[in-house]
């Protein structure tokens, strides 16, 4: 594990989201000199095209290079959350999650390269994207952000991106190519019941997939764990005895034990109804440690108290005209929806949700931005997909 991210309860994990949709996959050809097609820059004008492409793209942070991803090695087991197709609406980016059990094949970002639908053009380019810093804290999952702007595009429109994981080294996992498909943003997302409405058909719901601040500041995923390095408790050893403080007449303590803490949020789904009710459930899980009962004086790990904490919640939903912010005013968002919580159960626990701007409403997904919820100018955005996606594809 690499850095510890401190998350919050109550309140904060509201936010907001985007899209990125899920279904059948299959295993494209890897690119590069090995298996499947070399990149190759092709005529001159379907280059340019393939490089005004590219130019749109946006990412949190990224660097260009001059000429073709590296090679790449194919089999490498992982698994993606991104299926047959990734679809871009704005600037409001979607993400690329990578699950790698293998931790010998932790993803610490990809390159990425725009090939032209007419002609097969590569761009004269490529990205090095690095994985989201604030979803650095674990060694299972890693995440790319992509945008796109789409000012004076004829919408819809698609092209290919040539994808390529690499491992701390910089060096290749494995290659894929990729449609991309860039969707018009619809201001006004049919927010009732029928055919891709908010409202879920029947025995569905949404699936919390992503809650991220569009600067990158903070992130969370179900598949994130928070300290999972665990951490050390100062203790003392008084003369056989185990203290959790000092000795007498000691100004410090004289030990200190490792305790095998974390903190997940696994899961979160919501359901709309017809009535104007929806339903949440959230589940939480952890350990703390237990510094009292531990032994400083021994040589084992310190004693630690695990949770699974699972919140029903139930409440009534508004839709009604969203308030944008200036620096959001070029979305054009047009409907919020507020949640409002009358009940959970056990009470007093989880998190709370209020909702926000609707950015994005199809039949499978769901992005919703609260606006400021903290106070320090930053949006956090809520991606649901809806529960009939496959979570993870081989990639």
Not at 106 to 125: D, P, R
Not at 148 to 164: Q, W
Request: charged fraction near 15%; aromatic fraction near 10%; hydrophobic fraction near 35%.
């Amino acid at each position: 594990m690499k850095a510890i991210l401190t998350l919050f309860h109550g309140g904060l994990v509201a936010a907001v989201c985007l899209l990125l949709l899920f279904s059948c996959h299959k295993k494209e050809d890897s690119p590069g000199p090995g298996p499947g097609p070399t990149p190759n820059p092709g005529n001159q004008q379907t280059q340019a095209s393939a490089d005004s492409l590219s130019d749109r793209l946006q990412f949190i942070n990224s660097t260009k290079q001059k000429g073709s991803i590296p090679a790449a090695p194919s089999g490498s087991g992982l698994k993606t959350s991104l299926g047959d197709t990734l679809f871009l609406v704005d600037q409001v980016k979607m993400p690329i999650k990578f699950l790698h059990m293998d931790t010998t094949k932790n993803v610490s970002g990809v390159f990425l390269q725009v090939q032209a639908v007419v002609g097969g053009s590569f761009a004269s380019y490529y990205y090095d994207v690095p994985e989201l810093a604030t979803a650095d804290s674990t060694d299972t999952v890693s995440i790319v952000m992509v945008g796109i702007d789409p000012t004076n595009l004829k919408l819809p429109t698609s092209f290919n991106i040539v994808i390529t994981p690499y491992n701390s080294s910089h060096q290749p996992i494995d290659s894929a190519i990729k449609p991309v498909k860039i969707v018009e943003h619809k201001t006004n997302p049919k927010p009732t019941s029928g055919k891709c409405g908010i409202v879920n058909p029947q025995d569905q719901t949404w699936e919390w997939v992503m809650t991220y601040q569009e600067k990158g500041t903070f992130t969370s995923t179900p598949e994130m764990v928070y300290g999972g390095e665990g951490q050390y408790v100062g203790g003392s050893c008084c003369g056989g005895f185990s203290v959790y403080g000092i000795c007498p007449g000691e100004r410090k303590p004289n030990s200190r034990l490792h305790f095998n803490t974390y903190y997940q949020i696994a899961r979160e789904e919501l359901s709309f109804f017809d009535d104007g009710g929806f339903e949440r459930r959230t589940v939480e899980r952890g350990a703390n440690p237990l510094p009292d009962s531990s032994d400083f004086c021994g040589v084992f790990e310190g004693r630690v108290s695990t949770f699974l904490t699972e919140v029903f919640y139930t409440g009534h939903y508004v839709l009604q005209p969203a308030s944008l912010p200036a620096d959001l005013s070029n979305l054009h968002d047009s409907v919020a929806v507020v949640l409002n919580t009358e009940s959970s159960t056990p009470k007093n626990s989880g998190f709370g949700y209020g909702g926000g701007i609707i950015h994005y409403l199809d039949c499978s997904s769901l992005v919703v931005i609260s606006v400021d919820p903290e106070g320090f100018g930053q949006h956090l955005v809520k991606i649901y997909h809806s529960a009939i996606f496959e979570k993870w594809v081989e990639f």
